[in-house]
Protein backbone atom coordinates (compact mmCIF):
# COMPACT_ATOMS: atom_id res chain seq x y z
CA UNK A 1 0.00 0.00 0.00
CA UNK A 2 1.43 3.15 -0.50
CA UNK A 3 2.30 5.70 1.88
CA UNK A 4 -0.35 8.47 2.75
CA UNK A 5 0.38 11.97 1.40
CA UNK A 6 -0.57 12.95 5.80
CA UNK A 7 2.54 12.20 7.37
CA UNK A 8 2.54 9.76 10.07
CA UNK A 9 2.08 11.13 13.37
CA UNK A 10 4.85 10.64 16.33
CA UNK A 11 5.58 12.66 19.06
CA UNK A 12 6.92 12.48 22.66
CA UNK A 13 4.28 14.41 25.39
CA UNK A 14 4.63 15.30 28.46
CA UNK A 15 0.59 15.85 28.99
CA UNK A 16 -1.50 12.93 28.73
CA UNK A 17 -2.27 11.49 25.46
CA UNK A 18 -5.24 11.36 23.24
CA UNK A 19 -5.52 8.23 22.20
CA UNK A 20 -9.31 9.31 20.18
CA UNK A 21 -6.71 11.81 18.42
CA UNK A 22 -4.21 9.06 17.32
CA UNK A 23 -7.35 7.13 15.98
CA UNK A 24 -8.51 9.64 14.02
CA UNK A 25 -5.28 10.89 12.72
CA UNK A 26 -4.65 7.22 11.20
CA UNK A 27 -8.37 6.74 10.07
CA UNK A 28 -9.41 6.82 6.51
CA UNK A 29 -11.80 5.76 3.93
CA UNK A 30 -9.57 3.43 2.46
CA UNK A 31 -9.22 1.38 5.69
CA UNK A 32 -11.20 -1.78 6.75
CA UNK A 33 -8.73 -1.76 10.13
CA UNK A 34 -7.25 0.16 13.05
CA UNK A 35 -5.27 -1.55 15.36
CA UNK A 36 -4.04 -0.34 18.73
CA UNK A 37 -1.65 -0.47 21.38
CA UNK A 38 -2.44 1.11 24.80
CA UNK A 39 0.63 0.56 27.15
CA UNK A 40 -0.51 1.88 30.77
CA UNK A 41 0.53 2.35 33.85
CA UNK A 42 0.11 -0.79 36.62
CA UNK A 43 0.02 -1.03 40.34
CA UNK A 44 2.97 -3.66 40.30
CA UNK A 45 6.23 -4.58 39.13
CA UNK A 46 8.14 -7.90 40.13
CA UNK A 47 5.82 -8.30 43.25
CA UNK A 48 5.72 -4.94 44.65
CA UNK A 49 3.22 -1.94 44.50
CA UNK A 50 4.31 0.48 42.27
CA UNK A 51 2.70 4.23 43.44
CA UNK A 52 3.78 5.99 40.15
CA UNK A 53 6.58 5.95 36.99
CA UNK A 54 8.73 8.38 35.87
CA UNK A 55 9.81 8.30 31.86
CA UNK A 56 12.91 10.09 30.20
CA UNK A 57 14.09 10.16 27.28
CA UNK A 58 17.30 11.58 25.02
CA UNK A 59 14.67 13.34 23.15
CA UNK A 60 16.01 13.65 19.55
CA UNK A 61 17.36 10.36 19.45
CA UNK A 62 14.16 8.65 20.72
CA UNK A 63 12.13 10.89 18.19
CA UNK A 64 14.67 9.75 15.07
CA UNK A 65 13.96 6.06 16.25
CA UNK A 66 10.63 6.61 16.51
CA UNK A 67 10.47 7.76 12.82
CA UNK A 68 12.41 4.60 12.10
CA UNK A 69 10.38 2.53 13.64
CA UNK A 70 7.38 3.72 11.31
CA UNK A 71 9.64 3.45 7.98
CA UNK A 72 10.22 -0.12 8.98
CA UNK A 73 6.19 0.06 9.50
CA UNK A 74 5.88 0.77 6.11
CA UNK A 75 8.30 -0.95 4.34
CA UNK A 76 7.50 -4.63 6.10
CA UNK A 77 3.83 -4.23 6.63
CA UNK A 78 0.42 -3.22 3.87
CA UNK A 79 -0.61 -0.43 5.77
CA UNK A 80 -2.11 2.90 5.73
CA UNK A 81 -0.84 4.96 7.99
CA UNK A 82 0.76 4.93 11.96
CA UNK A 83 0.22 7.08 14.85
CA UNK A 84 3.35 6.91 17.95
CA UNK A 85 2.81 8.74 21.12
CA UNK A 86 4.82 8.39 24.17
CA UNK A 87 4.77 10.31 27.49
CA UNK A 88 7.89 11.72 29.43
CA UNK A 89 7.92 13.00 33.09
CA UNK A 90 5.77 11.59 35.95
CA UNK A 91 3.14 9.34 35.16
CA UNK A 92 0.25 7.66 38.13
CA UNK A 93 -1.09 4.76 37.90
CA UNK A 94 -3.76 3.81 34.97
CA UNK A 95 -2.23 6.57 32.89
CA UNK A 96 -1.29 5.70 29.20
CA UNK A 97 2.37 5.32 28.93
CA UNK A 98 2.51 4.89 24.99
CA UNK A 99 -0.33 4.40 22.60
CA UNK A 100 0.45 2.93 19.29
CA UNK A 101 -2.27 3.38 16.51
CA UNK A 102 -1.97 1.55 12.88
CA UNK A 103 -5.02 1.48 9.92
CA UNK A 104 -4.89 -0.71 7.06
CA UNK A 105 -7.09 -2.17 4.74
CA UNK A 106 -7.45 -5.56 6.21
CA UNK A 107 -6.10 -6.82 9.94
CA UNK A 108 -3.82 -8.97 10.05
CA UNK A 109 -1.02 -6.33 8.69
CA UNK A 110 -2.55 -3.53 11.45
CA UNK A 111 -2.16 -6.38 14.07
CA UNK A 112 0.98 -7.28 12.78
CA UNK A 113 2.78 -3.58 12.42
CA UNK A 114 0.88 -2.65 15.77
CA UNK A 115 3.37 -5.46 17.36
CA UNK A 116 6.26 -4.92 15.45
CA UNK A 117 6.08 -1.29 16.89
CA UNK A 118 5.77 -1.58 20.32
CA UNK A 119 8.10 -4.36 19.82
CA UNK A 120 10.97 -3.00 18.59
CA UNK A 121 9.99 1.00 20.21
CA UNK A 122 11.02 -1.17 24.13
CA UNK A 123 14.45 -2.59 22.40
CA UNK A 124 15.47 -0.09 20.49
CA UNK A 125 14.29 3.84 21.71
CA UNK A 126 16.18 5.77 24.69
CA UNK A 127 13.31 6.01 26.85
CA UNK A 128 13.78 5.00 30.50
CA UNK A 129 11.31 4.03 33.01
CA UNK A 130 11.83 4.73 36.88
CA UNK A 131 9.96 2.94 38.91
CA UNK A 132 8.78 3.99 42.57
CA UNK A 133 7.66 1.66 45.26
CA UNK A 134 7.13 2.75 49.13
CA UNK A 135 10.43 1.88 49.65
CA UNK A 136 12.69 3.18 47.32
CA UNK A 137 12.92 3.39 43.19
CA UNK A 138 14.50 1.45 40.30
CA UNK A 139 15.24 2.00 36.90
CA UNK A 140 13.20 -0.84 35.12
CA UNK A 141 15.07 -3.70 33.82
CA UNK A 142 17.83 -2.66 36.61
CA UNK A 143 18.76 -4.26 40.05
CA UNK A 144 15.76 -3.75 42.46
CA UNK A 145 16.34 -2.25 45.92
CA UNK A 146 16.87 -4.12 48.76
CA UNK A 147 14.43 -5.59 50.34
CA UNK A 148 12.50 -3.97 53.42
CA UNK A 149 14.04 -4.51 56.43
CA UNK A 150 11.78 -6.42 58.43
CA UNK A 151 11.95 -9.45 55.97
CA UNK A 152 16.06 -9.17 55.64
CA UNK A 153 16.32 -9.50 59.38
CA UNK A 154 16.53 -12.91 60.93
CA UNK A 155 13.72 -13.37 64.02
CA UNK A 156 15.18 -14.27 67.33
CA UNK A 157 14.63 -17.93 68.22
CA UNK A 158 12.30 -18.57 71.18
Not at 23 to 41: K, L, N, P, Q, S
Not at 96 to 118: K, L, M
Request: net charge neutral; charged share 25%.
Amino acid sequence: MTKSSQPDLLVLVRDPIDQAALIRHVRAAEDGAVVTFDGCVRNHSHGRRTLYLDYEAYEAMALAKIREIAGQIHEKFSIHQVAIAHRLGRLEIGETSVFIAVSSAHRPAAFDACRFAIDTLKRTVPIWKKEYFEDGAVWADGEMPPAPLETRVAKPAS
